[in-house]
């Protein structure tokens, strides 16, 4: 199941500096995309979510962009902090059913 | 500030034995969900849960899985003879899916299988 991808496993920055994490999609009946941060031995935390109406959605230091025509999004995170290491999954679904697909996640190192 | 919850925080179990991992949803949620990440791997979604039946469920929610809202707070997951690579996090969410979409998730119950 292959209908949400991140395929940067890992990501390193320098504090202070902008975050770009990247995910696609192929399931064209997706209309509303979510991030997670995962610290381990925790659950996921919701992050900040998107819907297919919008192309921009900004929460503080978070902005998440929607570029449907190439089933593209991507959140960015600046100024990144070192508190902001965590694993982020991108997830998406679909208002006719009930699941939510996740990406295999991305590993964000910031580095003081 | 409400959270998911989910009980033991780990269970270890013989394969072949049967597991039953718990989780209060957030009170006024009507949809619930349990997911699995097997160490190292994605988080995989198994079922989705709504007006007491399931609505969805994964290739990985076989036979072998149950689900079950027992009373009007608790939500279970249950597996019936378990294999080594049931070993994962499972972890349960809930949401207000009219409302907003986001779920929220539980900490998780650690499953180990020897």
């Known amino acids: 199941d292959q209908q949400v991808k991140q395929n940067s496993p890992s990501l390193s920055v320098q504090e202070g500096r902008i975050s770009i994490l990247n995910c696609d999609y192929t399931?064209?009946?997706?209309?509303?995309f979510l991030w997670y941060k995962k610290y381990p031995a925790e659950g996921p935390t919701f992050l900040i979510s998107?819907?297919?109406?919008?192309d921009k959605n900004e929460d503080g230091r978070f902005t998440v962009f929607l570029n449907k025509s190439a089933k593209h999004l991507s959140l960015h995170i600046v100024p990144s902090q070192p508190g902001d290491s965590a694993v982020y999954f991108c997830?998406?679904?679909?208002?006719?059913?009930?699941?939510?697909?996740f990406g295999a996640g991305t590993r964000l190192t910031v580095k003081p | 500030e409400p959270e998911v919850t989910q009980t033991p925080s780990h269970q270890v179990t013989q394969m072949g034995q049967e597991v039953i991992l718990r989780c209060v949803p957030i009170?006024?949620?009507?949809?619930f969900y349990w997911y699995r990440q097997i160490l190292g791997q994605k988080v995989e979604f198994l079922v989705s849960?709504?007006?007491?039946?399931?609505?969805?469920k994964s290739e990985i929610f076989d036979d072998q899985f149950s689900v079950e809202r027992p009373d009007g707070s608790n939500f279970t997951l249950k597996i019936r003879s378990t294999k080594l690579e049931d070993s994962a996090m499972y972890f349960c969410?809930?949401?207000?899916?009219?409302?907003?979409?986001?779920?929220?998730f539980g900490q998780g119950t650690r499953l180990t299988v020897v």
């Open positions: 009170s006024n949620h009507l949809y």
């Open positions: 849960f709504y007006n007491n039946e399931i609505s969805e």
């Open positions: 998107i819907s297919s109406i919008k």
């Open positions: 997830a998406a679904s679909a208002r006719n059913n009930n699941d939510m697909r």
């Open positions: 399931n064209s009946m997706f209309d509303y």
């Open positions: 969410a809930s949401s207000d899916r009219d409302i907003t979409p986001e779920a929220f």
